[in-house]
Every structure is written in C-alpha cells, then in structure tokens.
C-alpha cells in the first residue's frame, strides 16, 4: 500500500525552528512528483501552506509561512524537507504532505494529490 510518512515534529517554544520531512511507503518521491505541505490546526480545517513542483522549480509558500519556511527535495533519497523558523503559537497543527503527478507546477488546494501523509504533530509554546 503506498502512502506517505511525515516526520520531524515535536514540541518547540516559539522563535524556535524544525525541519518536516516526507517519504514515500511503497513510492519513492523523486521527479516523478509535486510534492505539498498542508497543514490542520486544533479545531480548525486544512490549509495548504506550500508546495514544490518535479523539477523543484517552483517552489510556493503560502502567508502563514511566508519568509519563515524553506522547502526543499532530494530525489536521490525521495524525501522533501520544509524546514519552518521563528515558530509561533499559532503555527500549532498536524502537519502532512501529499504527492501528485502533475506535469507542471504545483497548488496548495489539494487539487489532483494521490498520495497522502497522517501528518506529524507540531505544537509550538508561547
């Protein structure tokens, strides 16, 4: 069965950073894949907060993240990494990243993503 893990999260006081990753069970996530970063906080429904296409290209981040995230690939070893800085309380959600085949670019709808992640927990204290 394929799917995705995500990993990294934790606990972390505010201003602190971690580093997410993702990798394919049963894929491998190399150009064949757009791979995005969702994520849904307590409570709240799920925002898309960024997105690289298969070349790694195109990379886009979303307001929430903006100037405080970077995301990167690396199809040798089929992992995408998003690393997010100067973490806030509000930053508090399940993180979880997708995959898609699409030709070109990528979107943090959720449109056309086959291949989903349970999400990693990410809580930031004030």
């Known amino acids: 069965q394929v799917q995705l893990v995500e990993s990294g999260g934790g606990l972390v006081q505010a201003g602190g950073t971690l580093t997410l990753s993702c990798v394919g069970s049963g894929v491998t996530l190399d150009k064949n894949y757009a791979v995005a970063w969702f994520r849904q906080p307590p409570g709240k429904g799920r925002e898309g907060i960024s997105c690289i296409d298969r070349p790694g290209l195109t990379k886009i981040y979303r307001i929430p993240i903006e100037g405080r995230a970077t995301l990167s690939r690396d199809d040798v070893k089929g992992t995408i990494q998003l690393q997010l800085r100067n973490l806030k309380p509000e930053d508090t959600a399940v993180y979880f990243c997708?995959?898609?085949?699409?030709?070109?670019?990528?979107?943090?709808?959720?449109?056309?993503?086959?291949?989903w992640g349970r999400g990693t927990q990410v809580t930031v204290s004030s």
């Open positions: 997708a995959a898609s085949r699409a030709q070109w670019g990528c979107n943090t709808d959720g449109v056309g993503y086959i291949y």
